[in-house]
């Protein structure tokens, strides 16, 4: 394989991972980590390229043997390897980054990757030989998949924890990480069967990419301090789910500006972010929840009933009770004749006055 055919075959993989890196470059939305461990991946992914080329190109020489085998031996060691790389960059929990959680997480790598090393004396995942022309040819040992299975446990890792943590967002965002999973699937499968090179690195680059611009459309519409749907989501979503949504609750907080002026933002922050986690986790189902502005926020409820809005304001106001901040709430029933925006106005007024009675409340306990 001459160097402008290795450059035309994979123009594309070149493409999407320069790509990849001008939105890095860019991006204000991807975090320091995101970029430390997605540069990683990258160089990862140019280096199984050219060794999986380099080795393709072996194939046709002779007495290179010992070569060949080395190659595909750090081959079969990269793939799974990209997958424990691109983990942090797609896992959403935090408990990825903890050290017991690490050490578990490569068990499997390092046994694989031991047993691969050694099989240059075991022939135990794969070896190469000699035929009379001078040729070096591969051939499996009984673990030959072991590569592909350690690569396939990860992956189905990823795909397990994503699915998990993305249940209770929009039907939109579970799509498309479901286009880019199964695409990505698809291709590794087709791969396997139908070519006998096996040349992950341009699936993997694309669904990197596409997950990427999946990523940077989702932080794009989300508030960054408290993780929930931002005022740009709230616009999108009022004119998308108009005809959809049965009720809408507005939600302000109490005393967040008492809390900024007396114990600092620090502060203000950790209550904006204590009554987000709240919303978020005890909100229904059928609940999609923004962050509007400072201390507000908004609820938009499809397909529910009444009384389930009143019995879900009623466990998030119990679960704040259980801190030291406190919110007021307020909804209004969404019709069909309704014009959204009234609903919302009503939604506001009613919060409004439970905000007042609180205070009266407040107040009288105080005398």
Known sequence: MSFRNFIVENYLLFYEVVGLLIILFISAHITPKIKKYTRITIGLIIASCIIHNIELWLRSMTNVLELRYWLTTIK?????????????????????????????????????????????????????YYIP???SVYDGGPLRYLPYITFFGYFIFLIIQNL????????????IFVYITLGAILGLVLQLALDENDSFYHIFSSSLLLFFLLYYIHRSVIDPLTG????????????????????????DMNNLKYLNDNFGHEKGDLALKTVSSILFKHSNKNATV????????????????????????????????????????????????????SVIAEADRLMYEDKAKMKAINNQNKK
């Open 133 to 135: 022309s001078g040729l």
């Open 76 to 128: 079969y060691c990269l793939y799974p390897l990209i997958m424990i790389t691109i983990t942090p960059i797609m896992s959403p929990f935090k408990q990825m980054e903890q050290r017991k959680w690490i050490i578990i997480f490569i068990i499997p790598l390092i046994i694989s990757d031991l047993l691969i090393i050694t099989s240059w004396f075991t022939h135990l995942v794969h070896f190469y």
């Open 290 to 341: 923004y962050r509007i502005g400072g201390d507000e926020f908004v609820i938009f409820y499809t397909k529910i009933k009444e009384n389930e809005v009143k019995d879900n304001i009623k466990v998030m106001k119990e679960q704040l009770s259980l801190t030291e901040f406190n919110c007021a709430f307020g909804y209004a029933q969404m019709k069909q004749i309704d014009d959204i925006q």
């Open 164 to 175: 998990y943590y993305l249940w209770n967002y929009t039907l939109k965002v579970k799509l």
């Open 228 to 251: 929930l749907f931002n005022r740009q989501a709230y616009y999108q979503d009022m004119e998308q789910l108009k005809h959809r949504i049965t009720f809408i609750a507005s939600i």
